[in-house]
């Protein structure tokens, strides 16, 4: 019985398509671009150090949720009958969406470097890296456990918009959310540098597991044609 599979990157290139990678390294260098050299350094209320943490991982997020969508999958039903695992393609998909995304935000870090923003290479890291893994669970989880990548999508956008809105601080009576948000600022009010470090792993480690119950979920054929399962 055969254990290994070649390697499809062809074709899970195919599927991502290009799209959502040009607009998004477009935007970014169009943003740091009109940043440093019109808005003085400031994107309205946010530096443009944060360029990189606030495109990237919405981007990536978005597309996870669009990378493996049953419903969208028209030849499913063929997938699942093949010998090759449906996991595979999986993990063939996200693995590509993942290595661009990275190549596309340490290509926004060394712009943000090179424009003479004040941050230090590890901050940029830490600002970006954690909300890209959350993001990229979130999306494809949602995604498999709904069967739909519009609703994993429709998800990312939302928690990115409202995670905008508490970056710039917590109310005292708030701080147990902060582990929760993906653009926590070190330093803000009532964020300790214990409470920030707490928020990246956090981020981290809930993205991975996030990223392991969509794999989970992938095993489930049945789950996957929406056949629900009668328990007798």
Request: aromatic residues 10%.
């Amino acid at each position: 019985m055969q254990t290994s599979w070649p390697i499809a990157w062809k074709q899970s290139f195919r599927h991502l398509g290009w799209v959502f990678f040009v607009l998004c390294g477009g935007l970014m260098a169009l943003l740091l671009v009109l940043a440093t050299a019109v808005w003085e350094g400031q994107i309205g209320p946010f530096p443009t150090s944060q360029v990189v943490a606030y495109v990237v991982p919405l981007f990536a997020g978005w597309q996870a949720a669009y990378a493996f969508s049953p419903d969208d999958e028209r030849p499913l039903e063929l997938m699942l009958a093949a010998p090759r695992p449906i996991i595979w393609t999986l993990l063939e998909r996200v693995g590509l969406l993942l290595l661009i995304y990275l190549v596309l935000g340490a290509a926004g870090v060394f712009l943000t470097l090179v424009t003479g923003s004040e941050a230090t290479l590890g901050s940029l890291l830490l600002r970006w890296l954690p909300p890209l893994v959350w993001f990229i669970g979130l999306g494809l989880y949602l995604a498999l456990l709904t069967r739909q990548g519009t609703f994993g999508a429709l998800v990312v956008l939302v928690v990115w918009g409202a995670s905008l809105v508490g970056s710039g601080g917590l109310p005292a009576q708030l701080r147990w959310a902060a582990p929760l948000l993906p653009y926590l600022q070190s330093g803000a009010a009532n964020v300790s540098a214990e409470l920030y470090t707490l928020n990246r792993v956090t981020l981290v480690v809930g993205g991975l597991a996030l990223a392991g119950l969509a794999l989970r979920l992938s095993r489930n054929e049945a789950h996957l044609l929406g056949i629900r399962e009668v328990s007798l």
